[in-house]
């Protein structure tokens, strides 16, 4: 039972780079997250899902995008990196019927933008 | 806006010690949850709760909805507990958007 998986672990970019963080969840669940957290800080929702084809902005969404074709995955992509993009990135799943269940989580990205 | 504290922000203690953190938030809520992220960065979910308490080993979890405010206690601590403790909660309303997280209590517990 693998819950949550996210690629890669690590990765650092470049400035003005684009890159795609990968997000899948092999327990059937509606509801899927992405979250990032800086240091000092807590977790703040990027964007959030309710189900394949439909996506919602959350707090911090500029410079993001998300696309859900399928249920079990979500990624988060980055156009254009910027330093204030340095952080790690948590992608969360819960809930199939109601969107009010724990949330499981992904093992984290860490991102630096150089 | 919706802000959610946790006392103490750090906690060292010594193995065996009873254990009490506190998590305070300002608006009315469907569920509060507490969560473990451990030094390897992993974050894992320890309870869902919306009313009286609850208890999984060690852990003990109680919230107070009229004065909005939970702890999360460990009883009989050892280092292995040793972690970052996150209070979140989700605001009442029915939506589906994500939780409100606090910014964590690193809680380090000495042999």
């Known amino acids: 039972n693998a819950g949550v998986t996210q690629t890669p672990k690590f990765r650092i970019l470049k400035i003005g780079q684009s890159m795609t963080l990968q997000c899948t969840q092999d327990?059937?669940?509606?509801?899927m997250y992405w979250y990032r957290q800086d240091p000092g800080m807590g977790l703040k929702l990027i964007y959030y899902?309710?189900?394949?084809?439909?996506?919602d902005k959350g707090e911090v969404p500029n410079g993001y995008n998300v696309s859900r074709s399928t249920t079990e995955d979500f990624p988060l992509r980055l156009e254009l990196a910027a330093p204030s993009q340095t952080s790690v990135y948590f992608c969360?799943?819960?809930?199939?019927?109601?969107?009010?269940?724990?949330?499981?989580f992904g093992d984290g990205t860490r991102l630096s933008i150089l | 806006k919706n802000e959610v504290e946790q006392s103490p922000q750090n906690l060292t203690a010594q193995e065996g010690e009873f254990i009490t953190i506190n998590c305070s938030y300002s608006?009315?809520?469907?569920?509060l949850h507490w969560l473990q992220q451990h030094p390897g960065g992993g974050i894992v979910s320890l309870f869902m709760?919306?009313?009286g308490k609850k208890k999984h080993g060690r852990l003990i979890a109680t919230i107070n909805i009229q004065e909005k405010h939970s702890s999360l206690h460990i009883t009989a601590s050892h280092p292995r507990d040793s972690a970052v403790y996150i209070c979140?909660?989700?605001?009442?309303?029915?939506?589906?958007?994500?939780?409100?997280f606090g910014k964590g209590t690193h809680l380090i517990i000495q042999p």
């Open positions: 969360a799943s819960g809930g199939t019927v109601y969107s009010n269940q724990p949330q499981h």
């Open positions: 327990m059937n669940h509606n509801y």
């Open positions: 899902s309710v189900g394949a084809g439909i996506t």
């Open positions: 608006v009315g809520i469907s569920a």
């Open positions: 709760l919306s009313s």
């Open positions: 979140a909660v989700k605001p009442s309303g029915g939506g589906a958007d994500g939780l409100t």
